[in-house]
C-alpha cells in the first residue's frame, strides 16, 4: 500500500482506509423518480404520474387525466360531450420496511369539465356548461417499490373532495421506479 499524510500530518496507509465509510450503505440508496398509470382513482378513468423522493420516505406527485366522453346514460347520470381534464398535486409519505408500504398522501386536484352535464364527479355545471373546482386529495393505499427501483404496483383509496361533497375513488397503478 502506498503511504499519504492526513491533514493532522499523520502518514496512513491507503490500505487501511475503508471506502466503505464514504459511502452510503446499499439499504439507505433509493430510486428518486418513478412513473406509473393509475387506473380509476382521482382521474376517475385514469392518470399518469410522475413522482419524485425527496427522502426515503417523502415524495411529492404530479400527474394528469385528460379524456372525453361523447354520450354516457347510467341510471340518474346523463352526460353528453364531457371534457374532463385533473392534474393530481400531491405529497406523500410511505412508513414500512423493504419493499412493501403504507402509503399516505394529501394534495390538491385542481379539475375543469366541459359538456352536458348537470354534475359530475361532484362538480357543477354553469349555464356554459362549465364546471371548475380545485379539489382536496388524499391517498390510502398499498404501495410495493424496491428502493432500488424498478416495478411499482400501489392499491388504494383516494378521497378528493370540495365544499359540494366527497368522492371514494379506488385505484391502481403500475409503473416503473428508476
Partial sequence: SLPCQSITG???LLSDINPQSYQTSVADKISRNAVYIELAGPGVLYSVNYER?????L????GFSIWSIDSLDLMALQIKN???RSFPLMVNYLL????SHLE????IQPTFLKGDFDTFYFIHANDEGRGNSVLGLSTIGYR???NEGGLIFRIGISPAFNSSGINKAFGASIGFGF
Avoid at 415524495?59 to 404530479?62: E, L
Fill in 10 to 12: 499523520q502518514k496512513i
Fill in 53 to 57: 423522493r425527496l427522502t426515503k420516505n
Fill in 59 to 62: 415524495s411529492i406527485r404530479t
Fill in 82 to 84: 364531457l371534457k374532463f
Fill in 96 to 99: 414500512g420496511k423493504g419493499a
Fill in 104 to 107: 399516505l398522501g394529501l394534495g
Fill in 144 to 146: 410495493y417499490q424496491k
